[in-house]
């Protein structure tokens, strides 16, 4: 049974969203493995990581997805584990799970350093689980190459079984052919595979994001489909938002206090794909009444107007069991851009 380590030099490069193409694309029996949790979901009463329950329903894994998990705070596994013991615990989870599976996808933190204190970091966990490292490196074309030429100058890579890089979300996958690729090539780093940047993953739905958020639908639950594309800050006059072009397209979110009507009704007349109302405060029942008829969801968070935006540009645009194009569509980009071969030798 292979084990592949899939981490990344940058948080949001898009990990978890490469192992599913991976999946998807291999014609093989896949186990998936998160044993550092870093995005937190609470549901039935159990502490869950959302990208473990994601994987498990969009490949129909039989596992419990708070079993693919060792923990989620440092401060908590610092003192409760040491490096015995961590190994200990990964290779029982990789046994619980491994029972009939061609490969594990083990995702590994944040980034390439992340968990590196309680012996969860990317190279650890190769090293413990006797795997296979694969590193996304994610960003535009200047990051992409700096990343990839620190890679190759400072990082020790000699006493791990490396895999490869994957290059993730490129714009213009040509020019990048030309003007980087022969300056990464002559590193010796090996490039399993260039992915373009789609316009369609990063999008995602109103209902999404009230999940994300952990918001509470007050109206327009039948609109929670609508495509988000555009965020809006509400700190505007009514008169400048109406003339913004911010406010004109159907697939923006509007972030304000529920206490400014003005905004909240601009952004129902203009056909808004959510709208998400900060402070904890409800509008007025006729806002309500409006927002249900015409199907455009109210979301409410706890947090102000800045923390929210904050939290919402943060979002990383995960496809859900749901989105069988958006899956589709990474399933195709795998299939075309990787060397698929490098994972079955």
């Not at 990343?147 to 990048?176: C, E, H, P, S």
């Not at 072009?245 to 304000?256: D, E, M, R």
């Not at 529920?258 to 409800?282: F, K, M, Q």
């Amino acid at each position: 049974m292979d084990k592949f380590v899939i981490t990344s030099m940058r948080q949001s490069a898009g990990k978890t969203s490469l192992i599913i193409g991976l999946a998807k694309a291999l014609d093989k029996k896949i186990g998936y493995l998160k044993p550092f949790g870093a995005r937190l979901l609470y549901k039935r009463k159990r502490l869950w990581d959302y990208d473990a329950a994601l994987l498990t329903n969009i490949l129909d894994l039989n596992e419990n997805p708070e079993d693919m998990c060792i923990g989620f705070h440092h401060s908590q596994l610092l003192y409760s584990l040491d490096k015995q013991t961590t190994a200990l615990k990964l290779h029982n989870c990789i046994d619980n799970i491994g029972d009939g599976r061609d490969m594990i996808f083990v995702e590994a933190g944040k980034d390439i350093f992340y968990g590196t204190s309680i012996y969860l970091d990317a190279f650890s966990l190769t090293r413990t689980l006797g795997g296979k490292l694969l590193i996304l490196v994610s960003g535009d074309d200047d990051i992409i190459t700096d990343d990839i030429y620190f890679l190759a100058r400072y990082i020790r890579l000699d006493d791990i079984d490396f895999l490869g890089i994957v290059i993730n979300k490129v714009t213009n996958i040509d020019d990048f052919k030309t003007v980087y690729l022969p300056k990464i090539e002559q590193l010796g780093v090996p490039v399993l595979g260039i992915i373009p940047s789609i316009p369609e993953l990063t999008y995602f739905s109103a209902g999404y994001l009230a999940e994300r958020m952990l918001a509470k639908v007050l109206a327009g639950e039948s609109g929670l489909n609508r495509e988000v594309r555009n965020i809006v800050v509400g700190s505007m006059g009514t008169d400048e938002a109406t003339k913004s072009p911010l406010f004109q397209g159907h697939h923006q979110v509007l972030i304000t206090s529920g206490d400014r009507s003005d905004l909240i009704l601009t952004s129902l007349r203009n056909d808004a794909a959510a709208v998400v109302l900060t402070n904890n405060i409800v509008p007025s029942s006729f806002i309500l009444s409006m927002a249900d008829n015409l199907g455009i969801p109210l979301l409410l968070v706890a947090t102000n107007t800045h923390e929210t935006a904050k939290l919402i540009y943060k979002i990383e645009p995960l496809p859900t069991s749901s989105d069988k194009d958006k899956i589709a569509i990474i399933e195709k980009m795998v299939k075309e851009n990787i060397n698929l071969k490098a994972f079955t030798n």
